[in-house]
Nanobody, 124 residues
Framework: QVQLLESGGGLVQAGGSLRLSCAAS????????MGWFRQAPGKERDVVAA????????YYADSVKGRFTISTDNAKNTVYLQMISLKAEDTAVYYC?????????????????WGQGTQVTVSS
């Protein structure tokens, strides 16, 4: 079992920045591919960014390219999502997810463990 705990969400003005953290506990973290997803009210949960288990491959949704950065710290069993130049449309609940495979996962069905989510609200 893997437990994921997100933190770092909050209310920020448009153009501002936030860094989300996801701390993993339980089984070995460094073998897992990780992803950040978000879900706005009435919408599906979609991938925002993902990183492979080896850390050498990343993916970003077109809507966040150049503004969001996913990174991992294996020593701390933590994955981060640095968000800059935030927009009102980035408002959503953000979820961290772990995939028990090395390869990138781009869909909710490809992930095995989920955090409880953290709210990000961007005011315009």
């Amino acid at each position: 079992q893997v437990q994921l705990l997100e933190s770092g969400g909050g209310l920020v003005q448009a153009g501002g920045s936030l860094r989300l953290s996801c701390a993993a506990s339980g089984r070995t973290f460094r073998r897992y591919a990780m992803g950040w997803f978000r879900q706005a009210p009435g919408k599906e949960r979609d991938v925002v960014a993902a990183v492979s288990g080896t850390g050498d491959t990343t993916y970003y949704a077109d809507s966040v390219k150049g503004r969001f950065t996913i990174s991992t710290d294996n020593a701390k069993n933590t994955v981060y999502l640095q968000m800059i130049s935030l927009k009102a449309e980035d408002t959503a609940v953000y979820y961290c997810a772990a995939r028990v495979r090395y390869g990138l996962g781009l869909d909710v069905t490809e992930y095995d463990y989920w955090g409880q989510g953290t709210q990000v609200t961007v005011s315009s």
